[in-house]
């Protein structure tokens, strides 16, 4: 019923910026929370921020200083801005979203990925 895809994702060196976007299409009458989790090899996929439609935000402690997210309801698009990358922060990053809470595991609808790569 939802489909999202990411892009923005690839390779930066540490210490830069790179901002990901995800565009929903489909039910999005259906979308209130919209965000960003991640997953690097030999761990578990992670919250990293995430966003509802009245702009309410929630961070994950190791980003909250450094990434910023945003939607735009009229383009049903959520974006993350990630400055002062890390090599920590390597991993494949999903859109997710869904009708309920931020961070429900209900929230059920997922992009295919999109690989952000640090070097140090």
């Known amino acids: 019923q939802v489909q999202l895809v990411e892009s923005g994702g690839g390779l930066v060196q540490a210490g830069g910026s790179l901002r990901l976007s995800c565009l929903a299409s489909?039910?999005?009458?259906?979308?209130?929370?919209m965000g960003w989790y991640r997953q690097a090899p030999g761990k578990q996929r992670e919250l990293v921020a995430v966003?509802?439609?009245?702009?309410?935000?929630n961070y994950a402690g190791s980003v909250k200083d450094r990434f910023t997210i945003s939607r735009d309801n009229a383009k049903n698009t959520v974006y993350l801005q990630m400055n002062s990358l890390k090599p920590e922060d390597t991993a494949v990053y999903y859109c997710?979203?869904?009708?309920?809470?931020?961070?429900?595991?209900?929230?059920?609808?997922w992009g295919q990925g999109t690989q952000v790569t640090v070097s140090s």
């Open positions: 997710n979203a869904g009708p309920y809470g931020l961070g429900s595991p209900r929230n059920d609808y």
């Open positions: 489909g039910s999005v009458f259906r979308i209130n929370a």
């Open positions: 966003i509802n439609s009245a702009g309410y935000r």
